[in-house]
């Protein structure tokens, strides 16, 4: 398998512009996260899913995030227009059953709003 | 609320020492503990989960431990290597009514293994 793969590795955009994230899990893996990442907050959870069901949004830090998971193969962040402050880096991870919980990372997409 | 702790916030030790990094938490109603490692500019690499009925795993020159009584979470790494440079970081599932609740990151530990 490949690994969890996140694409754009990188994406650098202009302040009211949207952004949209995008995401493949490993096959098989029941559970998505997305993740933020930045110097002065760390590593954040923003919502997570579980066999494509949004099950805890209560990360995201306002509504101009979204996130979708049309399908168990793919998932999408969408920020929506897009703010300096935003600028990190943002992962998603994926998990197999409860039963054994251990996250797989992506790479991660670095993010830039100018 | 659950907070995540580690100490020191960086590190930097000769090659081939043992060493120690520590990760508390403050509520120990936690379903597992995972650490990882990043590299720059990288994802995050999954080293070690340890369930909350365990007390220690194991994986080649690392080894993790658990209390969760105390709140506190030990990584040990062995004969450290230049390669073993990264930031360490820990992380806790908080138990929930839902499967997966809260997943807490500490804020990491930076590692410098000086050749």
């Known amino acids: 398998d490949a690994g969890v793969i996140q694409s754009p590795r990188h994406e650098v955009t202009e302040m009211g512009q949207e952004v949209t994230l995008r995401c493949k899990p490993i096959s098989g893996h029941d559970y998505l996260f997305w993740y933020r990442q930045t110097m002065m907050r760390g590593l954040e959870l923003l919502i997570y899913f579980n066999n494509n069901v949004p099950i805890d949004d209560s990360g995201m830090p306002e509504d101009r995030f979204s996130a979708k998971m049309p399908n168990a193969s793919f998932s999408t962040l969408k920020i929506q227009p897009s703010e300096p402050r935003d600028s990190a880096v943002y992962f998603c991870a994926s998990s197999p059953s409860t039963q054994y919980n251990e996250q797989f990372f992506g790479p991660g997409t670095r993010l830039t709003v100018l | 609320k659950q907070e995540v702790t580690q100490i020191p916030a960086a590190l930097s030790v000769p090659e081939g020492e043992n060493l120690v990094l520590n990760c508390s938490f403050t509520d120990s109603a936690i379903y597992n503990l995972q650490w990882f490692r990043q590299d720059p500019g990288k994802g995050l690499t999954s080293l070690l989960l340890?369930?909350?009925?365990?007390r220690e795993q194991t994986s080649g020159r690392l080894n993790a431990s658990l209390d969760k009584s105390s709140g506190r979470s030990t990584l040990y790494i062995a004969a450290s290597q230049p390669g073993d440079s990264a930031t360490y970081l820990c992380a806790v599932r908080a138990l929930g009514k839902t499967s997966y609740d809260k997943v807490i990151f500490g804020p990491g530990t930076s590692l410098s293994v000086i050749p």
């Open positions: 340890i369930q909350s009925s365990q």
